[in-house]
């Protein structure tokens, strides 16, 4: 992938475009996921957007043995 498509690259299109689709088989080892929330809490409780999508794909992952407890997972949050 050109350096200057990676804006390109993170929008749907772009990950359609320059993506590989991986199955339920693919051996992979994800170092890290990052997660969105909508709030979280200082033990690190999460409040998503409710469709339940992180889950299903951090489940996914980790039956597919991608990642493990130890894998760091991060989000973004504000201060307040």
Avoid: C, Q
């Avoid at 990950?15 to 339920?24: E, M, Q, R």
């Avoid at 969105?36 to 794909?57: C, M, P, Q, T």
């Amino acid at each position: 992938m050109p350096e200057d498509s990676l804006a390109t690259a993170a929008t749907p299109a772009g990950a359609a475009k320059y993506g590989t689709p991986v199955g339920l088989d693919a051996a992979l080892d994800v170092g890290m996921v990052v997660v969105g929330s909508v709030a979280v809490a200082r033990n690190g409780a999460r409040i998503g957007k409710g469709e339940g999508f992180a889950e299903l794909e951090y489940g996914m992952l980790m039956w597919m043995k991608a990642i493990s407890s130890s894998t760091v997972v991060a989000t973004t949050v504000h201060d307040v």
